[in-house]
């Protein structure tokens, strides 16, 4: 919890008076703040095995640091052998303390941990979040590779107060995610 606390402060002291410098903001209110991290992996594969639902739900809340829940179809797909309710995916949303905890270990050791790593592409959706796509969820300390059966991806999605891509941009290059291209 000390990481927690120390990151938050960061924020607080560096970040927030930066960002109200930099984009001339007349409130403490409109500095953007990261609002929730959510972390999402799809498994149609689980539509012919169930157990992989089971698997992915541990490894997710092993990174996470909180339990993952399954997500389900809202509809049937005759052609992908889709039932609607059928678990085909994963997903856990991190808020406050969590959400700086995980933070702080996606920066300084799972992203480091990519194999020829060269920074994280800029693709915001226009509202200031941003979606970060990872395609092994054994850069994390987490997973022993051993024991795993099978890589899979993940969807990790940034959610922030900032009205624009660009305050966005600008906030999450201060928490020190690690942007290949310059805006």
């Known amino acids: 919890m000390a990481n927690t606390a120390q990151l938050k402060q960061t924020y607080k002291d560096q970040i927030a008076p930066e960002l109200m410098k930099k984009f001339n903001y007349t409130s403490s209110m409109q500095i953007p703040k990261l609002k929730k991290i959510v972390i999402n992996q799809g498994l149609g594969a689980a539509t012919q095995d169930k157990k992989l639902i089971d698997v992915a ?11 993952a829940v399954a997500t389900v179809s809202k509809k049937d797909i005759a052609n992908f052998k889709l039932r609607k309710k059928m678990p085909i995916g994963v997903r856990v949303t991190l808020r406050r303390e969590r959400m700086y905890e995980f933070l702080e270990k996606l920066v ?9 790593f060269k920074g994280i592409g800029g693709n915001f959706d226009g509202r200031g979040n941003y979606t970060l796509g990872i395609e092994e969820q054994i850069i994390f300390p987490e997973i022993n590779i051993d024991s795993i059966e099978r890589i899979q991806g993940m969807n990790i999605t940034f959610v922030t107060s900032a009205p624009t891509d660009e305050e966005g941009y600008a906030l999450l290059k201060a928490f020190g995610l690690p942007f290949n291209n310059e805006k």
């Open 57 to 67: 739900i541990n490894e997710i809340s092993a990174i996470a640091g909180q339990k």
């Open 108 to 116: 300084r050791v799972a992203l480091p941990r990519i194999r020829d």
